[in-house]
């Protein structure tokens, strides 16, 4: 099974960033304990601050993996065009968020990506990325 892991913008600081909303975790670290916990999934991890590489990225990976886990940060909440890019490919997405974006600022409340995807995780920190690699483990 292919699953590829997508973050969006200022992903790259977690660890360094809010950590008290996005903890001290940097998520290559957090990659490397994944992929050790499931040696059966071959995990590709990919991470870009541009939303066309992002988009890229989706149509690349869109068409023969089995999953993605596309946390597209605050692009979700302001790109049609991420929404129409996983509209677009065939591999399902699930969207995850670290933080509960329900209960932060109301623009966050607003997801160009939830209904476009096969469900939403958020607000359960890094943990989030592995219950979604679950999913595809038990469900693709
Ligand atoms: C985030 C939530 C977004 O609102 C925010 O812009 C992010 C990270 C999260 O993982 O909690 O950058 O996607």
Redesign the pocket.
Known sequence: MRIAVING???NLLGKRETDIYGNMPFEKFFEQLQAKYPQVTLSYYQSNIEGELINELQTVGYDHDGIVL?P??Y??TSVAIGDAIAAIKAPVIEV???N?HAREDF?KLSHVSGKSVGSIFGLGLKGYELAIEWFLSNA
């Open positions: 913008p200022n992903l946390n940060a605050g979700t909440h968020h670290i933080s974006v966050r």
